[in-house]
């Protein structure tokens, strides 16, 4: 068996064994000019990328918008560039060649990065396949997938428990009970910051004023 080595999906040359082509991508990803992108990879007989080695970042597109509820569309807001890199390469396999662009599976990928709570959808399918070497995202292989995981070094998202205290001055009208507003009362905490996502807010906890 011998292994195809490519540079962004063009064919190179052959290896004979695929150390010797983990070798070869290895030594041309480092005699790659500062400033310019590229992945290399190594494709088994049966032509599937196997392992792969990039200086590329998997940068995604999401598209802010709000809704006009006069006209029943979507108005475009922004575009903001976000870096899925980590987050790409420590999904699992299936989920991972299950992504859309403009589909929930993206969307949700986007909002773990970018702080907004309106409509929205997400391009990245294509930054995908070029950081793995691959024409389609269905052709990345489990192999492929935890090659680029352990060559990376993906390091996943951590948790963090914070408490914050939040003084309420109320404006209570005659007869009103401020025992019932305490029982009847909700929070919700939405972040604003791109890269924090609150995942779980408990339950407030009342200290009422003398």
């Known amino acids: 068996m011998t292994f195809n080595i490519k540079r962004d999906r063009d064919y190179l040359t052959t290896a004979p064994t695929f150390e ?20 290399f990879a190594i494709e088994d007989d049966g032509r599937q990328v196997v392992a792969s080695v990039t200086n590329r970042r998997i940068e995604g597109v ?9 006209n029943q569309r979507d108005i475009h807001v922004a575009d903001v560039h976000f870096d899925a890199t980590d987050a790409v390469l420590l999904m699992p396999h299936e989920d991972l060649i299950a992504l859309e662009d ?7 990928l986007g909002r773990e990065h970018v702080a907004w709570d309106g409509p929205c959808y997400v391009r990245i399918v294509d930054e995908i396949c070029a950081y793995f070497g691959v024409e389609e995202i269905d052709q990345i292989t ?4 935890a090659f680029a995981r352990k060559a ?9 428990l914070i408490t914050v205290s939040i003084p309420l001055r109320l404006r209570v009208a ?5 025992d019932q507003f305490i029982k009847d009362m909700t929070c919700a905490v ?16 009342i200290l009422k004023a003398a």
Do not use: M, W, Y
């Not at 005659?174 to 401020?178: E, I, N, Q, S």
């Not at 939405?190 to 906890?205: C, E, F, M, N, Y």
């Open 20 to 39: 010797q082509g983990v070798t070869n991508i290895q030594t041309l990803l480092k005699l790659c000019p500062e400033g310019k992108e590229a992945t």
């Open 62 to 70: 999401f598209t802010k918008q709000v809704l006009d509820e006069e």
């Open 102 to 108: 403009s589909d929930d599976s993206t969307d949700e």
């Open 142 to 145: 489990e192999e492929g997938l």
């Open 152 to 160: 990376a070094n993906a390091t996943p998202q951590r948790e963090e």
């Open 174 to 178: 005659p007869g009103a009970d401020v």
């Open 190 to 205: 939405l972040s604003r910051t791109d890269g924090i996502k609150v995942a779980h807010a408990g339950q407030p906890v």
